[in-house]
T-cell receptor, first 115, second 114 residues
Framework: EAGVVQSPRYKIIEKKQPVAFWCNPISGHNTLYWYLQNLGQGPELLIRYENEEAVDDSQLPKDRFSAERLKGVDSTLKIQPAELGDSAVYLCASSPGTGGFETQYFGPGTRLLVL | AQSVTQLDSHVSVSEGTPVLLRCNYSSSYSPSLFWYVQHPNKGLQLLLKYTSAATLVKGINGFEAEFKKSETSFHLTKPSAHMSDAAEYFC????????????FGTGTRLQVTL
């Protein structure tokens, strides 16, 4: 079974430029998550989707971040414009369901460097 | 509200000796608890999880953890460390009864020396 796929793996951009990250979850997983992991920290949830619906986006900085999950499968996370402080690893995860006991399966992440 | 405290940011052990990574949690509800491992430039991998069944949980690669409600702890152990165990380990809490929202600790870096 294929795992969670993310691309690109690495991205270097200049500040004020836009950037987008793509995630393909495990087949059949209805719930998809985007996390932000700063250096030396644990991941923090940005947004959670159940199928196409964003059911928890309270931690997403909506002035510059946006996300979509068309057709309830793949998802894209966008930053526009990027700031120096956005340099971090962006992780995508998926789970079969939504319960608090569910195991989340993580992709390898996209490492973003904003210059 | 829920939170996790990993008591050691860095642990160093010799190969073949026991591993103990400490974790305390706080949760207003019945918690689910997880340990994830992250190798450099790799994704997070689930080691084990507790979801209100047996309090002693066995995971992959010889790791296990014991849920102790009275101590609000969920420490990770392994009888004998291997060089390949060197990685970052995260203790994670979630509320069993509601939608999955993981709260991660700050991580413990395990170093294994010869």
């Amino acid at each position: 079974e294929a795992g969670v796929v993310q691309s690109p793996r690495y991205k270097i951009i200049e500040k004020k430029q836009p950037v987008a990250f793509w995630c393909n979850p495990i087949s059949g997983h209805n719930t998809l998550y985007w996390y932000l992991q700063n250096l030396g920290q644990g991941p923090e949830l940005l947004i959670r989707y159940e199928n196409e619906e964003a059911v928890d986006d309270s931690q997403l900085p909506k002035d510059r971040f946006s996300a979509e999950r068309l057709k309830g499968v793949d998802s894209t996370l966008k930053i526009q414009p990027a700031e120096l402080g956005d340099s971090a690893v962006y992780l995508c995860a998926s789970s079969p369901g939504t319960g608090g006991f569910e195991t989340q399966y993580f992709g390898p992440g996209t490492r973003l460097l904003v210059l | 509200a829920q939170s996790v405290t990993q008591l050691d940011s860095h642990v160093s052990v010799s190969e073949g000796t026991p591993v103990l990574l400490r974790c305390n949690y706080s949760s207003s509800y019945s918690p689910s608890l997880f340990w994830y491992v992250q190798h450099p430039n790799k994704g997070l991998q689930l080691l084990l999880k507790y979801t209100s069944a047996a309090t002693l949980v066995k995971g992959i690669n010889g790791f296990e953890a014991e849920f102790k409600k009275s101590e609000t702890s969920f420490h990770l152990t392994k009888p004998s460390a291997h060089m390949s165990d060197a990685a970052e380990y995260f203790c994670v809490v979630s509320n069993t009864g509601t939608a999955s929202k993981l709260t991660f600790g700050t991580g413990t870096r395990l170093q294994v020396t010869l």
